[in-house]
């Protein structure tokens, strides 16, 4: 399974990154989540999340992650870009494409890739008011 993963303090560049999207014929689905800052947190109004993260341990998680992924559906790669500093309501937080055979396999990998990066990635977020 190919798998590329992005820590960046620059804005995600959507357009560019569709762009670049490779796939083999024997691929059929395409799943792209975007994650984006919202105006409120915990029902109060925000500006911003300011996202930290110890990077190395980042990259371990992701890498188990995708292992997981690669063992649980056959999916051909993995992509994820995932913003650290201050990101401002409306703008993209957090970028991720999965390509597999069918929409279900693809569909299940993304949605348990963003749950369990949830639960054991160390990428800490504190709203700014």
Same mark, same amino acid.
């Not at 201050?86 to 703008?91: A, D, G």
């Not at 999965?98 to 929409?103: D, E, F, L, S, T």
């Given at each position: 399974m190919k798998r590329k993963l992005t820590i960046t303090t620059e804005p995600i560049d959507e357009p560019a990154l569709l762009r670049q999207r490779t796939m083999t014929d024997g691929m059929g689905a395409a799943i792209y989540f975007l994650? %984006? @800052?919202r105006g409120s *947190?915990?029902?109060k109004p925000i500006s911003a999340i300011e996202y *930290? =993260? #110890?990077e190395k341990m980042v990259q371990h998680q #992701? !890498? $188990?992650l995708f292992? *997981?992924?690669e063992k649980r559906w056959p999916v051909e790669s993995v992509r994820l870009v995932?913003?650290?500093g @201050?990101?401002? %309501? !409306? *703008?993209s937080s957090l970028w991720v494409e @999965?390509? =597999?055979?069918? $929409?279900a396999e693809a569909f299940a990998a993304c949605q348990w890739l963003i749950d369990e990066m949830k639960r054991v990635v160390p990428i800490w977020k504190k709203p700014v008011g």
């Open positions: 994650g %984006v @800052v *947190e915990d029902g *930290e =993260a #110890f #992701f !890498n $188990r292992d *997981e992924i995932h913003r650290l @201050v990101v401002k %309501v !409306n *703008e @999965v390509i =597999a055979p069918h $929409r």
